[in-house]
């Protein structure tokens, strides 16, 4: 499915990050993906999210749906869902999805907001440098 950014996107990009930060961390109803694909609904009209939400409410279900929907961890599940391989993190602009791997080899999502991209993670939205996320999803 090829996404396409409707009129005022930027408005509602930055609406969608102030109720990120006001919403409590929640695995499976607020967590790192679902807020990805929020973004993705506010800036398209489309809901991708449904093929998530409601679908795991533990890191092993997270787990166990990230496999089915794509064969292996984030990265291929993200793949599935938005139908499309990703580019290195400098390309990425405004909006688009980001990948972020911490210290761990844990994968996580977030939003490129321009020089930084938010991740949303149990201590709240985080915003980190652009140049830290593995790789970006172009939205529209």
Known sequence: MILHRSEGW???????????????????????????????RELT????????RGRYDTEAGSLRLMRRLGGGGLREAVNAVLDAEPVGWMEAQRGDV???????????????????????????????????????????
């Open 10 to 40: 930027e408005a509602r990009l930055y609406a969608a990050v102030a109720r990120a930060r006001r919403e409590p961390y929640v695995i499976g109803t607020h967590d790192c993906a679902l807020f990805a694909l929020d973004v993705v």
């Open 45 to 52: 009209g489309h809901d991708l999210g449904e093929a998530v």
């Open 98 to 140: 980001l990948l972020l791997v911490d210290a761990r080899g844990v994968e996580h999502l977030g939003v490129c907001l321009g020089a930084e991209g938010a991740v949303l993670g149990p201590a709240g939205l985080d915003f980190l440098r652009l140049e830290r996320f593995a790789c970006a999803w172009r939205i529209g």
